[in-house]
């Protein structure tokens, strides 16, 4: 992975303006009248350069973070949505995808992590899941759209297989179990909700292998003529033990709009993160999307960490303050597209 780039940037600044008449001596009796016209005069002239310029000078308190731009309150339904993350579920997913020891493609875990993320979706009221390719078995649940009109389709998904240093030993519990858990509580909570636009939750096999399930998945959807209105992708987005808060938004040319408006709701609904944008070249399931022309964002911790694809990937490390946040920042921009 190339090191990030220097995404610093100069502040505007600028000097208050002031000004400050001065007091006028004593006067004759005889020159006080017109005297006193020309300081009302001047008064008025220095008041109104005064308003012109702290106008024009003016800046806000505090600069907000790149990206982030003054606007709208929150939706308090939305607001009210999102605050219903639950770290406990997030919890309970990557344990159970970390007790499968390896999600390997080709391992026995590998199967049963994903007869268990069918059940974990088949238990939310409102989906449909199904299995997409029978070989890879990617895991889709379709929460369906109220407007038969409105057909694009928005997505967000992770990976549920994992790698380690053999091929049994791969518990996968930020890459990618963690991104997972994001999903199916997004899922879970937007189940409570109707909306014009479907919206699909991914859970993709065969990443590691390659990309395999999201490029299976993206095939299928152009066989079909599908529109998607915006892939959001859930990997590496587990790892902040400083509490930094740092999230890289990684977004194709197609997600400008909707890269702005996740900037605007990072501030809107008080998520919190220092945006950084497109740091991180390494591949992941939005590539397929990218590819096929498809507008897709992937957020991104600020590092991979030391754990990264190793035996020690485990829960214990797994940063679930930063990963709750960001899928809160997700879905309220998920409901915010797909209303």
Known sequence: MASPRD???????????????RPTGGRSPSSRRPEAMRRVALAAILS?????????????????????????????????LIDGFSEAEMRRTVEALQGFASRTLGQTGNRQAAEYLHGRFAAIPGL???YQDDRLRNVIATLPGTDPEARALYVAGAHYDSVGPTADVAPGAMDDATGVAVV?????????????????????????????????????????EAQVGLYLNYDS????????????????????????????????YGTGFTIVENRHGCGGDH?????????????HQ??????????DDVIEFVSFGYALRNGRLGLSLLTHLAR
């Not at 610093?8 to 000004?19: I, L, M, Q, T, V």
């Not at 005064?50 to 607001?79: I, K, M, N, Q, Y």
């Not at 790892?239 to 996740?262: M, Q, T």
Request: neutral net charge; contains cysteine; proline residues 10%.
């Open 302 to 311: 600020e590092e991979h960490g030391p754990r990264y694809h190793g035996a």
């Open 184 to 224: 199916l509580e997004m899922a879970r909570l937007a189940s409570g909700m109707r909306f014009r636009h479907p919206l699909v939750f991914a859970c993709f096999n065969g990443e590691e292998s390659g990309l395999l399930g999201s490029t299976s998945y993206v095939e299928h959807l152009k066989a079909a």
């Open 287 to 299: 590539v397929p999307f990218v590819r096929a022309g498809y507008a897709a964002i992937s957020t």
């Open 237 to 268: 987005t587990g790892y902040d033990p400083g509490d930094r808060r740092i999230l890289d938004v990684v977004s194709s040319p197609g997600a400008a709009d909707s890269k702005e408006r996740l900037l605007l709701h990072n501030r809107s």
């Open 7 to 21: 995404q610093s940037r100069p502040r505007r600044g600028g000097a208050p303006w002031a000004g400050d008449p």
């Open 48 to 80: 109104i350069g005064l308003a012109l310029s702290v106008t024009a000078c003016r800046r806000s308190p505090a600069e907000p973070p790149r990206g982030a731009p003054e606007g709208p309150l929150a939706d308090p339904a939305v607001a009210n």
């Open 128 to 130: 449909s899941v199904e």
